[in-house]
């Protein structure tokens, strides 16, 4: 059987159309779908409704979208792929995606599965890496060599691929299910901890345990990590998920004098006061005891210095994880969802903590963490046994695509084999 290697606008009508270009301004509460990089998952599959926005422009031919249509995002999550089925309502795409529109003789859900491969991907990679530009540009995606069999061997590599990879999708789906099903269960219990310590010892706010209250510095920052020597300023995600993630900092230029009064030092208490989702704001996180890195405190992040007389930071941050707290700062938050979301202090200052007395708040920590490591461990093991899903199905993929795999005659590969169900 022979393949043809052709560049992918030899397999499609034309070499990429850029999306509309709209401000957030322009968004209005019905019309078309504008679907955006953000709304296309890990999967190359359409986010729900729930995140969507809408524009109500008349559309341009080159802007509307069809069973078939193939998109790639150009910046950001440069070399997301999503191929368009039955849309629920009309859409269109935005201007960080470029739409390729497959010619007849090419298979639609083929050419995905390649944008999905590990070459394609691979080929994207290395021409970003070369190029200063921040973005991969239609041009760039349509000069990519494809190597394509005869349209009947796409389409059985494509049926196979649906198959196969829906039964990754499935397990991948239940393991997310069982990840958020553990947050939930930690936060029920130390929900019902706090509920339980309030009414035996009342509540406290903030305001009367706490010494200060500041959010840092954010200058203008290096688009990389910090080296030995070198002074680093912490993202507004470094304390996404309740754990203070080093990972996430700029290193601040050469030659920028770092503003010392925002050092981080071991046993701060971070909170996030804002992020374009309302669930992430809040977030608490605490410096670990063996930290020693020059990293400075960011604008977006709050440190709480508690009067540890009163209240130790472990103890606070447990209670702020709280649905009871998470329930106020929502209620707090100033912004609308998706755009400029911030806590203001004056909502923080006021969250109620139980009035534990000093000498039992380590004993208390102490129960919490034996429970928090064992969801921990269990995420853990969820999370890597997700990282071999998405390996497995990228490899099946470019197996198939590549004519690595006789899908006429491969039998049905075991997808949970190494994954217990």
């Given at each position: 059987m022979k393949w043809a290697k052709k560049r992918?606008?030899?397999?499609?009508?034309?070499?990429?159309?850029?999306?509309?270009?709209?401000?957030?301004?322009?968004?209005?509460?019905?019309?078309?779908?504008?679907?955006?990089?953000?709304?296309?998952?890990?999967?190359?599959?359409?986010?729900?409704?729930?995140?969507?926005?809408?524009?109500?422009?008349?559309?341009?031919?080159?802007?509307?979208?069809?069973?078939?249509?193939?998109?790639?995002?150009?910046?950001?999550?440069?070399?997301?792929?999503?191929?368009?089925?039955?849309?629920?309502?009309?859409?269109?795409?935005?201007?960080?995606?470029?739409?390729?529109?497959?010619?007849?003789?090419?298979?639609?859900?083929?050419?995905?599965?390649?944008?999905?491969?590990?070459?394609?991907?691979?080929?994207?990679?290395?021409?970003?890496?070369?190029s200063t530009i921040q973005n991969f540009n239609a041009e760039r995606y349509a000069n990519i060599a494809v190597n394509l069999p005869p349209f009947e061997e796409q389409h059985r590599i494509a049926d196979f691929l649906d198959v196969e990879t829906s039964r990754i999708d499935t397990l991948t789906k239940l393991r997310n299910r069982q990840l958020n099903g553990l947050d939930a269960h930690l936060q029920s219990h130390l929900s019902q901890v706090a509920k339980d310590l309030s009414k035996r010892y009342g509540d406290v706010r903030v305001r009367h345990v706490l010494q200060k209250i500041e959010q840092g510095w954010s200058p203008q920052c290096e688009d990389r990590p910090a080296v030995e020597g070198e002074w680093g300023v912490v993202k507004a995600g470094c304390v996404n998920g309740g754990i203070f993630d080093v990972t996430q900092h700029k290193a601040l230029p050469v030659g920028v004098e770092p503003e010392i009064r925002y050092r981080l030092h071991p046993g701060d208490l971070l909170m996030s006061r804002a992020s374009g989702s309302v669930d992430l704001i809040g977030s608490i996180g605490i410096i670990p005891e063996d930290f020693s890195s020059r990293m400075l405190?960011?604008?977006?992040?709050?440190?709480?210095?508690?009067?540890?007389?009163?209240?130790?930071?472990?103890?606070?941050?447990?209670?702020?994880?709280?649905?009871?707290?998470?329930?106020?700062?929502?209620?707090?938050?100033?912004?609308?969802?998706?755009?400029?979301?911030?806590?203001?202090?004056?909502?923080?200052?006021?969250?109620?903590?139980?009035?534990?007395?000093?000498?039992?708040?380590?004993?208390?920590?102490?129960?919490?963490?034996?429970?928090?490591?064992?969801?921990?461990?269990?995420?853990?093991?969820?999370?890597?046994?997700?990282?071999?899903?998405?390996?497995?199905?990228?490899?099946?993929?470019?197996a198939a695509v590549t004519g690595q795999i006789d899908v006429t005659t491969a039998r049905s590969l075991s997808t949970s084999e190494g994954v217990a169900v």
């Open positions: 992918l606008k030899h397999l499609c009508v034309d070499a990429g159309q850029y999306g509309i270009n709209v401000s957030a301004q322009d968004y209005t509460p019905s019309g078309h779908r504008l679907i955006r990089t953000s709304d296309i998952n890990e999967l190359g599959q359409l986010r729900s409704r729930e995140s969507a926005v809408y524009i109500d422009k008349h559309l341009n031919v080159r802007h509307t979208l069809q069973v078939g249509d193939l998109l790639l995002s150009r910046s950001g999550t440069i070399g997301r792929s999503m191929l368009l089925g039955e849309l629920e309502e009309s859409s269109t795409y935005a201007g960080y995606l470029v739409r390729f529109r497959p010619r007849p003789g090419t298979e639609p859900r083929f050419l995905a599965y390649v944008a999905a491969s590990s070459g394609f991907q691979a080929n994207i990679e290395s021409d970003a890496v070369s405190l960011c604008d977006k992040i709050y440190r709480l210095r508690m009067d540890r007389t009163r209240m130790t930071p472990h103890f606070v941050a447990l209670m702020l994880r709280t649905h009871q707290a998470r329930e106020k700062i929502k209620l707090g938050i100033s912004g609308a969802d998706g755009m400029a979301n911030n806590l203001p202090t004056a909502t923080v200052v006021k969250l109620p903590l139980p009035d534990v007395p000093l000498f039992q708040q380590s004993h208390i920590v102490d129960d919490l963490s034996v429970v928090q490591n064992a969801v921990r461990n269990s995420k853990n093991t969820l999370a890597l046994q997700l990282e071999l899903l998405t390996e497995r199905r990228q490899a099946l993929i470019t």
